[in-house]
């Protein structure tokens, strides 16, 4: 059965801090990664990583994926209070079928 | 642009009543279509998806189904709702002719059994 795990669960911090958010995971036949941002309705998208060492970068966001240890990261730097979300990391194992993990919950405090 | 409009936003239902959630998108043609639905605290689950008019997956069994009776309209429903079918539910698309495109959801409805 396919696994993903986030971590931290949630997390707090202060405008301007850095921050790391973690996905592994455990997909057969891995074709890709992605990661969304989910404010109080609809995840938005945020990348689609493909391949190892690569970084993906958006602003103050930015992705990594190592296909060798099946982890990701996502960064974001210089935090907003407008960061504060849940991150959702979703590796696809099919076409068109993505497995979703739990997110990680980030407040931005002011 | 593509858009993508699901509606009730919020749903209040009796147990055994019956459901229908509808999701329309704008500005493609011929995409693929999810339903999720999302219980507190845990990531997104796949019900069902299309590929086409007619075309149905399921992932799970359940007590809902699924119908596409236009390329760009995706419809859940159920018979009689559970307590256990409470949750928030989202449709989303993404480009049907190509694989491994991103998926881009809709804002969801917040369905509520009593």
């Given at each position: 059965e396919d696994k993903v795990v986030q971590s931290p669960l949630s997390l707090v911090v202060h405008e301007g801090d850095t921050v790391t958010l973690n996905c592994s995971y455990e997909v057969t036949n891995f074709r890709s990664l992605l990661w969304y941002k989910q404010e109080k309705k609809a995840p938005t998208f945020l990348f689609m990583l493909t391949s190892s060492g690569i970084e993906k970068k958006s602003g103050r966001l930015s992705s990594i994926l190592d296909k060798k240890e099946l982890f990701s990261i996502l960064n974001i730097t210089a935090?907003?209070?407008?960061?504060s979300a849940v991150y959702l990391c979703a590796p696809r194992a099919s076409a068109r079928q993505l497995t979703f993990g739990s997110g990680t919950q980030l407040t931005v405090l002011p | 642009s593509q858009t993508i409009h699901q509606w009730p936003a919020t749903l209040v239902q009796p147990v055994g009543s019956p459901l229908s959630l509808e999701c329309t998108v704008e500005g493609t043609s011929n995409p693929n279509l999810y339903w999720y639905r999302q219980a507190a605290g845990r990531g997104l689950q796949l019900l069902f998806y299309s590929v086409g008019i007619g075309q149905i997956s399921s992932e799970v069994p359940q007590n809902l189904s699924a119908s596409r009776p236009q390329d760009r309209q995706f419809i859940l429903s159920s018979k009689k709702l559970l307590l256990s079918d409470s949750g928030f539910y989202l449709c989303a698309w993404s480009v049907?002719?190509?694989?491994?495109q991103p998926q881009h959801f809709g804002d969801g409805t917040r369905l509520s059994i009593l």
């Open positions: 935090t907003q209070t407008g960061d | 049907g002719s190509q694989n491994d």
